[in-house]
């Protein structure tokens, strides 16, 4: 994965990036087991530079567009990340902001089931509306023999920027 420092001028950031600019495309990761987990590229569709910041915010949606409970915690990034704080990134065209997204998927609950979702809607702090893409994920958390929290998840804050392969980005979930 060939990775280039955010060329960002004090002055003049650049602008947000819109839900029009970007594709998510949610790529499986490993991770130990009984925990689901994936890096997520906010690729650059478009002709124009933008910029990303922050944890983003994510919120399950079923069939029907409606909001499933999530809850999302702040985690580590994952998939190369060196940075270690939150940073403003610039995404030239056809590069890619990442965060790293995790659950637990075990099932070795008391008999429950979590719903799963169809869609999930993606907010990252510095843009104004959400990107939503279609995406199936059945989050559990909490601790083995107890009701499981359905809808936890652990997100970490988008770095990068970052060109990605085809090849990795044609094995998206």
């Known amino acids: 994965m060939a990775r280039v420092a955010a060329a960002t001028n004090a002055n003049n950031p650049g602008l947000s990036c819109t839900p029009s600019q970007l594709r998510a495309i949610p790529v499986g990761s490993l991770t130990q087991i009984g925990t689901t987990g994936y890096l997520v590229a906010l690729k650059n569709v478009s002709n124009s530079t933008c910029t990303l910041e922050g944890y983003p915010q994510?919120?399950?949606?079923?069939?029907?567009?409606?909001?499933?409970?999530?809850?999302?915690?702040?985690?580590?990034?994952?998939?190369?990340?060196?940075?270690?704080?939150?940073?403003?990134?610039?995404?030239?065209?056809?590069?890619?902001?990442?965060?790293?997204?995790?659950?637990?998927?075990?099932?070795?609950?008391?008999?429950?089931?979590?719903?799963?979702?169809?869609?999930?809607?993606?907010?990252?702090?510095?843009?104004?509306?959400?990107?939503?893409?279609?995406?199936?994920?059945?989050?559990?958390?909490?601790?083995?023999?107890?009701p499981p929290h359905c809808g936890q998840v652990s997100v970490s804050y988008v770095y990068g920027p970052t060109r990605l392969p085809k090849s990795q980005l044609n094995d998206a979930a």
């Open 58 to 146: 994510v919120k399950m949606l079923d069939a029907a567009g409606k909001a499933i409970p999530t809850r999302a915690t702040h985690g580590a990034a994952f998939g190369g990340a060196n940075e270690s704080k939150v940073a403003l990134i610039t995404v030239k065209p056809g590069w890619s902001g990442l965060f790293s997204l995790l659950y637990r998927n075990s099932p070795d609950y008391p008999p429950a089931a979590c719903p799963i979702s169809e869609h999930v809607e993606i907010h990252i702090p510095n843009m104004k509306k959400p990107i939503v893409v279609k995406w199936r994920i059945q989050p559990y958390g909490g601790k083995a023999g107890a």
